[in-house]
């Protein structure tokens, strides 16, 4: 049974430009939230997606943005970057749980140069 | 609106012995606790969680974890650590009423274990 899976692993992107996250849920699993961890720090929620539609946001700028697809994979895009967009980018996916607790995948660090 | 406080930044402890983690949590409504613990350069994994019940919640590699209403506390312990707990653990927070679950993260306490 296949967890939480994202890509890329890492990647290196120059201020200014975009990037696109992907993130694959858990079998069974209908809702992603995604988090930005910083270095030495806790995750901070970004945004939640279910049903194909964003139903919680964090304290993030619009430069963050999001989607879910049918099939229930999410894509996270940052547009253009900043230095401190470096960081840890998770994906967790759950079944409409009301807060029971997070499958979470490996994650993407993101460095921005 | 909740918050988590993780009392310490840093736990240095010797192989084999006891070890306790403190955790905080503040919020006007029910919540649901979970300790998750990250391995270095990965992702999140569940130890335990309290939704309700027995306030005493058994986790995997030997954690368990307390859940105090009255200090609003859930401190993870652990009665005898090894090498291998090297990592850094996050104590979280969700309401148990919300219609559209979050988690929210304390900023971690890091675990070193020396031999």
């Known amino acids: 049974d296949a967890g939480v899976t994202q890509s890329p692993t890492h990647l290196i992107k120059t201020r200014g430009q975009q990037v696109t996250l992907r993130c694959s849920p858990k079998s069974g699993h209908d809702t992603v939230s995604w988090y930005q961890q910083a270095l030495g720090q806790g995750p901070q929620f970004i945004f939640q997606?279910?049903?194909?539609?964003?139903?919680q946001r964090g304290n993030f700028p619009d430069r963050f943005s999001g989607h879910q697809f049918p099939n229930y994979s999410s894509e996270l895009n940052v547009n253009a970057l900043l230095l401190g967009d470096s960081a840890l980018y998770l994906c967790?996916?759950?079944?409409?749980?009301?807060?029971?607790?997070?499958?979470f995948g490996s994650g993407t660090r993101l460095t921005v140069v | 609106a909740q918050s988590v406080t993780q009392l310490d930044s840093q736990v240095p402890v010797f192989e084999e012995a006891p070890v306790e983690l403190r955790c905080n949590y503040s919020s006007s409504v029910s919540v649901y606790l979970f300790w998750y613990v990250q391995y270095p350069n990965q992702g999140l994994q569940l130890l335990l969680k309290y939704l309700s019940g027995s306030t005493l919640v058994k986790g995997i590699n030997g954690f368990e974890a307390e859940f105090n209403k009255s200090q609003t506390s859930f401190h993870l312990r652990k009665p005898s650590v090894h090498i291998s707990d090297t990592a850094e653990y996050f104590c979280a927070v969700s309401l148990v009423y919300s219609s559209a679950s979050k988690i929210i993260f304390g900023s971690g306490t890091r675990l070193s274990i020396r031999p």
């Open positions: 967790a996916s759950s079944f409409r749980d009301r807060g029971h607790g997070y499958t």
């Open positions: 997606y279910y049903e194909e539609e964003e139903r």
